[in-house]
């Protein structure tokens, strides 16, 4: 049994069966000085397909102590890029803070976006702050892997 979800990306929108397990992947945008450009990129697994459903990010100033009371909303914007389809995510890049939750709180996406095997999440982040440098800036794509050509145990009654 298949089961129903949203994603501009695949038609008919279904979620194949096969085995799944949650998973996150994380990138580190580095430091990103005042007005520095950041690019990286994500290898989803040649093992299973991504189901994007939320997503996280964590920042520091100079590897600073973070607390819940001193969290950083870094002025950085992003574009995401899917390569295997060649879309972006977005018309203009975006506001971090706009498309990002923090670890206690992701943004959950409102419709899972799917990314095939062996493709790439390419991420180009820019810092708009007139003097802020951002020392780590994390991002986690929060969701599950289906793995593929994997057969389930039988079960015997």
Do not use: C
Not at 45 to 66: K, N, R
Request: proline content about 7%.
């Amino acid at each position: 049994m298949t089961g129903r979800a949203f994603s501009p990306g695949v038609a008919n929108a279904v979620v194949p069966d096969g085995p799944r397990d949650y998973f996150g992947y994380t990138v580190n945008l580095g430091a990103l000085a005042a007005a520095a450009v950041a690019n990286a990129n994500l290898a989803i697994s040649a093992d299973s397909d991504f189901w994007w459903t939320g997503l996280t990010y964590q920042t520091d100033l100079a590897g600073a102590a973070v607390t819940e009371a001193t969290r950083p909303i870094p002025l950085i914007t992003v574009q995401i890029t899917d390569t295997g389809s060649g879309r972006q995510l977005y018309n203009n890049p975006t506001p971090l803070g706009n498309v990002a939750g923090t670890g206690p709180l992701p943004y959950r996406l409102i419709h899972p976006r799917f990314f095939a095997r062996s493709t790439t999440i390419q991420i180009n982040a820019t810092n708009y702050s007139a003097g802020t440098t951002y020392t780590n800036t994390f991002l986690t794509f929060i969701g599950f892997k289906i793995f593929v050509n994997v057969r389930r145990p039988l079960i015997s009654q």
